[in-house]
């Protein structure tokens, strides 16, 4: 079975840093692109970034490019979000998703919270 | 603002049929798939459409997707009371160099 499991969320002030993880099981992690998208309270989906399957690529959305960075270990099946500079609007729920194929995310994990509030 | 327009909402009654649009641009929708994700309030999203209109495993065909130019369409038929839903359009923006969803569109099972 599938899994993805964020963990790092919480509570952060303006300008504070973060790293959210998140843990794959149940598929050969190795093969594929990873995502994360973040959703604000009561908003829609807002894709933040991606990385491929072995870690060289990466891409961010314009509104996180130079504050967050994503990264992957495939020894632990795991994909992380450093995020720095963080603001107020970037409190939202952030999921990890896996890549089916060309931004079809056929797992989602349960979500991570971030608040940023002072 | 988001990069693809979805309608905010749109409503019908059980066993009929409904379509939400997603209109783009040549930079998005126009040369890149496009895929469809169904949430229901609390939970993450579920996909339902990848590569414009294939439906991963287990995905009932009563949901489809099509692609024209710069716009998609998710069909639903035979709508049931656990479709309502806020729906999502997503694709790849090559100028950007981003992904991009639409604003979602609420559906009401009347």
């Known amino acids: 079975e599938v899994q993805l499991v964020e963990s790092g969320g919480g509570l952060v002030q303006p300008g504070g840093s973060l790293r959210l993880s998140c843990a794959a099981s149940?598929?050969?992690?190795?093969?594929?692109?990873m995502h994360w998208v973040r959703q604000a309270p009561g908003k829609g989906l807002d894709y933040v970034s991606r990385i491929n399957s072995d870690g060289t690529i990466t891409q961010y959305a314009g509104s996180v490019k130079g504050r967050f960075t994503i990264s992957r270990d495939n020894a632990k099946s795991a994909v992380y979000l450093e995020m720095n500079s963080l603001r107020a609007d970037d409190t939202a729920v952030y999921y990890c998703a896996k890549d089916l194929h060309i931004l079809g995310f056929d797992y989602w994990g349960q979500g991570a919270l971030v608040t940023v509030s002072s | 603002q988001s990069v693809l327009t979805q309608p905010p909402s749109v409503s019908a009654a059980p066993g009929q049929k409904v379509t939400i649009s997603c209109s783009g641009s040549?930079?998005?929708?126009?040369?890149?798939?496009v895929s469809w994700y169904q949430q229901l309030p609390g939970t993450a999203p579920k996909l339902l459409i990848y590569d414009n209109n294939k439906r991963p495993s287990g995905i009932p065909d009563r949901f489809s997707g099509s692609k024209s130019g710069t716009s998609a369409t998710l069909g639903i038929t035979g709508l049931q009371t656990g479709d309502e839903a806020d729906y999502y359009c997503g694709t790849w923006d090559s100028s950007l160099g981003a992904g991009v969803f639409g604003g979602g569109t609420k559906l009401t099972v009347l």
């Open positions: 040549s930079s998005n929708i126009g040369n890149n798939y």
């Open positions: 149940g598929f050969t992690f190795s093969s594929f692109w």
